[in-house]
């Protein structure tokens, strides 16, 4: 079922007020770094640097697919299909329709440009999207065992950048305000994505969770639309992976 003209404005609305509050978050960083002048390292530029890219071109995406949703396209029609992936796994009967690809030019489409990950920020893994994967407390149907319910709808479509290094995860949590609790980023108390990194291609299913479990307190990460975490599972305990919720359940 479509949601409501009103259920969509509101995820509009929604979606303003978290870009407002990440626009502030990223210039308080970047004022930050400003001030630090000659004692921050090149180094320490660049993994500030890296971390605002990141997040800023998964809120574009984020944006976007608002966009179409406002438009009528309905979650499970949304599109992440494009040549660059350099395969058809996103393919589905939803991409038949130019409207309804994220990452078409065309007018009327999502009109985002697929772009590479930032050099350096992992080993070349490129960004990955899901709809196997719950993110505590951000939709409305999503109970803590929101992974692993049989309950296919309340699982979010997120997008992940994998296996990105810990000084850059860490940045990103400063950026955003997130705790990393005794100097690490918190830690998933399981898997969060499926075996397989099953990508979105038009349904759902249980699989992963994105909390901070792992870190003795869920409350660190629970209701954040995006953020940096540590894997619990499925990516193993030491692995980093950015992600950012494109439509909450």
């Known amino acids: 079922m479509k949601p409501t003209h009103a259920a969509q404005q509101g995820n509009v609305l929604f979606l303003i007020l978290i870009a407002v509050a990440l626009f502030a978050a990223l210039s308080y960083s970047a004022t930050q770094g400003t001030r630090a002048g000659g004692t921050k390292s090149a180094q320490e530029d660049s993994q500030r640097v890296r971390g605002v890219e990141i997040i800023q071109y998964a809120t574009f995406v984020a944006e976007s697919v608002q966009r179409m949703k406002f438009r009528g396209v309905g979650d499970d029609a949304l599109c992440f299909d494009a040549p660059l992936w350099g395969h058809s796994d996103y393919d589905h009967t939803g991409c038949a329709t130019e409207s309804n690809k994220v990452f078409s030019t065309v007018p009327g489409a999502g009109n985002v440009v697929w772009l590479k990950v930032p050099d350096g920020a992992n080993a070349g893994e490129p960004w990955y999207v899901t709809g196997n994967t719950c993110v505590l407390s951000v939709g409305t149907l999503q109970n803590d065992d929101c992974n692993s319910d049989g309950n ?42 499926s075996n397989g990194m099953p990508v979105f291609a038009g349904s759902y299913s249980d699989g992963g969770r994105v909390d901070s479990g792992g870190s003795g307190d869920l409350n660190i990460l629970r209701g954040q639309m995006f953020g940096c975490v540590e894997g619990g599972g499925t990516p193993p305990v030491g692995t980093y992976a950015y992600y950012h919720v494109l439509v909450r359940r």
Do not use: H
């Open 152 to 193: 296919n709808g309340n699982e979010d479509i997120v997008m992940f950048l994998p296996n990105i290094t810990k000084p850059l995860c860490l940045e990103i949590n400063q950026q955003l305000g997130i705790d990393n609790p005794g100097g690490n980023p918190p830690r998933a108390a399981g898997d969060l994505w």
